[in-house]
């Protein structure tokens, strides 16, 4: 079974949209509908992301196929610019599929209707970086120390939730994967003057104030998701410890 553009497109939405209302659950008194929608937002995103590392370890290697957005044949995929995939449809020709702004795909060659309506100096601007998937994943080694400053805190808040309360998985999944391609970004748009996402780009030399406030953004998520194993040891180590002075109360 091949897994649809749009589909792939609609699960990262829907995900992006379970993680907001599982965090907005954690504030809530507890019982089972805070329980229940904090245990399908966690299975939901980490199938997702599971989905999605699968999808890029196939992408790196150069197999993934997905199907046609506009035909659901099964194409070839590969690296197309920043956020773009290039598949190579037996029906459609060759397209180039942006996932742009929490809204539609936008679609670039074939029979879409998108493609009069995109600017061509934007995705001109996008096939100029080339893979950046993989120069993401490079980014360590072409910068270690710079990218080792900038990953240290989330190790060490790794190591500290564990000692606050245990090592659990999730520590290293949310803060791990995130941060690591964040970090990269980060780095990345830092040494060559240019940032892009799912947003757009901006070019720190012609769009300084753009390039910063993008820049802002990624740094408060960064740090966020650097919190976030802190944040669930000392919640867990909470709940141990209210169950236990429970426990030694007389009765």
């Avoid at 199907?67 to 610019?81: E, I, L, V």
């Avoid at 009069?116 to 490079?138: H, T």
């Avoid at 606050?164 to 998985?169: K, M, T, V, Y």
Wanted: glycine share 10%; proline share 5%; hydrophobic share 50%.
């Amino acid at each position: 079974m091949i897994l649809n553009v749009r589909t792939w497109h609609r699960l990262v939405l829907a995900s992006v949209l379970v993680i907001a209302l599982s965090f907005v659950c954690w504030f809530l008194p507890e019982g089972t509908i805070k329980e229940t929608v904090i245990l399908f937002g966690t299975g939901f995103t980490m199938f997702t992301a599971a989905l999605g590392v699968v999808m890029a370890v196939l992408l790196v290697i150069g197999r993934l196929k997905m199907g046609c957005p506009q035909c659901d044949r099964a194409s070839k995929a590969s690296f197309g610019g920043d956020n773009t995939l290039c598949l190579e449809c037996p029906e459609c020709g060759e397209l180039f599929v942006s996932f742009g702004r929490m809204g539609p795909l936008k679609i670039l060659g074939g029979d879409s209707a998108d493609e009069a309506e995109d600017d061509p100096s934007e995705w001109e601007e996008n096939q100029k970086d080339g893979a950046g998937f993989k120069r993401l994943m490079m980014t360590p080694s072409r910068h270690p120390v710079v990218f080792t400053l900038i990953y240290a805190p989330v190790v060490a808040s790794v190591v500290a939730a564990s000692i606050i309360h245990e090592f659990i998985i999730i520590y290293v999944i949310v803060p791990g994967f995130w941060c690591y391609a964040i970090g990269a970004m980060l780095v990345e748009a830092i040494q060559r003057g240019r940032i892009a996402d799912n947003q757009g780009s901006a070019v720190r030399s012609k769009q300084p104030i753009r390039f910063w406030l993008k820049t802002g953004v990624w740094i408060l998520g960064y740090l966020f998701a650097t919190w976030v194993p802190i944040g669930l040891a000392l919640q867990e180590s909470g709940k141990e410890d209210a169950k236990s002075a429970k426990k030694a109360l007389p009765r």
